[in-house]
């Protein structure tokens, strides 16, 4: 199962890119908010990436952050959101404003997404209230067992920076930066540069 691609674009348009990883080119389904984040064809590209398998295709999903996979994977979940639906969803509001609009049961709201009618917002209402954890995914705490992480947040705490924001900002990082560049020195140096830039 793939679940993370890293490599250099080739080909990219609204709904899709062609990502070459060791010579192996790997075609995968995206929203607009994944496209926005793409570098320029011939760039340097990762992707965390949903596997679907059904008894005729393989189809992958590559999102910019591990928030959106998360909230693609509980929309498909839904019943009768499959994968094209979830990806107009991601591309129609952010990931906070989606959870908040089905906190509230803001069904007029849901309503707006292409695709999505009354009935279906209605019913993503109903199956996914109360399984969002967090308006706000990427505000969720770091992984514990991620101790480069951990400390850069803890640190960063102490300079007096709240933890939402901390987590927030780490997140970001994490999802941006390659693993070798994941270390508590690097992490909290460029934190310390956004969040006192207001990023």
Known sequence: MIG?????????DFSSCLVDVNGVGYELSIALSTF?????EGGKVKLFVHTQVREDAITLFG?????????FRKLIDVSGVGGKLALNVLSSMPVANFCSAVDA???????????VGKRTAERLVVELKGR???SDPAAAPVDPGNSAASDACAALEQLGFKRDTVNKCINALLAELP???????NLLRKALVRLNSGK
Do not use: C, H, M
């Open 132 to 134: 969002l954890e967090n």
């Open 36 to 40: 926005d984040k793409l570098p320029l």
């Open 105 to 115: 049961g803001d069904v007029k709201a849901l309503s707006r997404i292409n695709g």
């Open 4 to 12: 993370y691609l890293s490599g250099t674009l080739l080909e990219r």
């Open 179 to 185: 693993e070798n560049e994941q270390n508590t020195e």
């Open 63 to 71: 999102f910019a952050d591990k928030a959106e996979r998360a909230l």
